[in-house]
Nanobody, 123 residues
Framework: QVQLVESGGGLVQTGDSLRLSCAAS????????LGWFRQAPGQEQEFVAA????????TYADSVKGRFIISRDNAKNTVYLQMNSLKPEDTAVYYC????????????????WGQGTQVTVSS
């Protein structure tokens, strides 16, 4: 089993930056993809970004390209989401997820999920 714990969310203003962290524990040796999803109240879940543990591949949603950067620290079993130039539209609960395949935009391919961290961007 794998456990994921997100941290780093908060309340910021338009244009500010935040870095989210996702710490993985348990049987992490079998994981391949690490991703971030987000969901605002009353809206559907949205893919944000994903990375392989090796760092060989990354992918981003069009809405965050050029603003967000996903990275990982294998020694710490941690994945990060650096969020720059934040907009009110980025307000959501952000979830970290992990899976054993590389189909990063599809939530159904992720086996493990964290409980989320709130990001609120005021205008």
């Amino acid at each position: 089993q794998v456990q994921l714990v997100e941290s780093g969310g908060g309340l910021v203003q338009t244009g500010d930056s935040l870095r989210l962290s996702c710490a993985a524990s348990g049987r992490t040796f079998s994981l391949y993809q690490l991703g971030w999803f987000r969901q605002a109240p009353g809206q559907e879940q949205e893919f944000v970004a994903a990375i392989t543990w090796s760092g060989s591949s990354t992918t981003y949603a069009d809405s965050v390209k050029g603003r967000f950067i996903i990275s990982r620290d294998n020694a710490k079993n941690t994945v990060y989401l650096q969020m720059n130039s934040l907009k009110p539209e980025d307000t959501a609960v952000y979830y970290c997820a992990a899976g054993r395949s590389w189909s990063p935009r599809l939530a159904a391919t992720y086996t493990y999920w964290g409980q989320g961290t709130q990001v609120t961007v005021s205008s």
